[in-house]
């Protein structure tokens, strides 16, 4: 927040917020977030000044002295910037609409650019290897312009009209497209990791081979005219048409925007989801046999009955970042795992016990042993009994073999010729 004396000097006069900034020239002036719209400022010395996501809308800053400020997300709509100094000044994602530039404004060629993106007051619009990070192109009318090999790092281009706009091999990590139009926009190879397409109308749009990972598909217009890899089209369609029940067996998730997808009972087994963005999903009764989960974002996920055998884990963490640090051990604290409940085992009412535990397990293993005795017993007598009977009868089938040699026993066989 601003500091209230800076701001009461530099609402009182432009000559004596000078005078009061020349006699403390260390001072860092901070008027980060302040309201200043609509003040004639021109001629105003705010070099190296704190004027962070300050409000400069219709304000006369002509002239002004802005060398070297930090201007990040300040709002100069309609601000009058004419002869003004804003060399080295930090101008991320200022609000650059209908602002008044002249020949003698001092900017850098980057944000002059973006000006003329912003104010539709380009020559041409070719931006081939342009650098454009950082910057906001808020509803910026890009229309058939040739963006290849454009650097647009977190740019936003909400709403901006990207209609027909050749997007070769352009970075747009981190890009906010949300409500863009990109209508047959080409964006082969394209870098779109962590954009976020919310809303974004993509008919006709090419974006084979295009890096899709962690960006956020939720919402994204798609029709039968969109060209897209199959691995990216398939998160576009659990994300946006749910995966209750699908049998996902052996698919590449892997550094896919899942975030609230609800998976239950879904076939997930063998199905590689490394890296993935899988916090606030619902995973309960689903079959995550072999699925590999190493590095990838279960906060708050509902694993209820999950099927978790064999299921890979490590490295799963419970914060998500591009660059996944390759040794973060599983944080369990920030996982909603639902154990299993042990089922209650219901016993009768059984007549108080007189006798200890131990005494009760000796009792119980002599009675075994006695039992297991009686047992063999009975069954050695069985067999001696077997054996003399059956003796009895052969001797008694077999008397007039008695006393004779086994020799004589052998003719008496051999029948008579």
């Not at 749910?242 to 052996?250: E, F, I, K, W």
């Not at 590999?292 to 009955?305: F, P, Q, S, W």
């Not at 999950?306 to 299921?311: D, E, S």
């Not at 077999?398 to 066989?413: A, T």
Request: include cysteine; aromatic fraction near 6%.
């Amino acid at each position: 927040m601003a500091n209230t004396e800076h701001l009461a000097l530099i609402k009182e006069d432009v000559s004596v917020w000078n005078n009061w900034y020349k006699k403390n020239n260390r001072v860092v002036p901070d008027l980060s977030n302040a309201n200043l719209s609509n003040i004639n400022l021109s001629g105003i010395d705010l070099h190296k000044a704190d004027l962070k996501s300050a409000n400069f809308s219709n304000t006369d800053l002509s002239k002004a002295q802005l060398n070297n400020a930090n201007l990040e997300g300040a709002n100069l709509l309609r601000a009058n910037l004419q002869d003004a100094n804003l060399k080295g000044a930090s101008l991320d994602f200022v609000i650059f609409s209908q602002a008044k530039i002249n020949s003698k404004t001092i900017i850098a060629d980057k944000n002059r650019c973006v000006y003329d993106i912003v104010n539709n007051t380009a020559e041409n619009k070719n931006f081939t290897g342009a650098d454009l990070s950082n910057c906001n192109l808020f509803r910026a009318d890009l229309n058939n312009a040739d963006l290849s090999n454009a650097k647009l790092v977190n740019a936003n281009l909400n709403s901006a009209n990207l209609s027909n706009a050749y997007l070769y091999r352009a970075d747009l990590t981190k890009a906010n497209l949300q409500n863009a139009d990109l209508k047959n926009a080409y964006l082969s190879h394209a870098n779109l990791t962590n954009a976020n397409l919310a809303k974004a109308s993509c008919n006709g749009t090419y974006l084979k081979d295009a890096e899709l990972k962690f960006a956020n598909l939720k919402t994204t217009k798609l029709s039968h005219k969109t060209m897209m890899d199959l691995k990216w089209y398939s998160v576009w369609e659990i994300v946006n048409r749910g995966a209750v029940g699908r049998n996902l067996s052996g698919m590449d998730l892997s550094q896919a925007n899942l975030q609230g997808v609800n998976f239950e009972k879904a076939n997930l087994s063998n199905a590689k989801l490394t890296q993935a963005i899988l916090n606030n999903s619902n995973l309960s009764n689903a079959n995550l046999t072999n699925t590999d989960l190493t590095g990838a974002d279960i906060r708050n996920v509902d694993l209820d009955k999950a099927n978790l055998q064999k299921t890979k884990s490590k490295s799963a963490f419970g914060s998500h970042d591009n660059h996944l640090p390759a040794t973060k051990s599983f944080d369990q604290s920030n996982v909603m795992v639902k154990e299993k409940p042990i089922a209650e085992t219901k016993t009768l009412n059984q007549p108080t016990a007189k006798y200890n535990t131990t005494e009760q397990v000796s009792t119980t293993n002599s009675q075994k042993k006695s039992k297991n005795k009686s047992i063999i017993s009975i069954l050695l007598l069985g067999v001696i009994l077997t054996l003399g009977v059956g003796s009895y009868l052969f001797l008694q089938q077999n008397h007039d073999f008695s006393g004779q040699s086994w020799q004589q026993k052998l003719e008496q066989l051999i029948p008579a010729k």
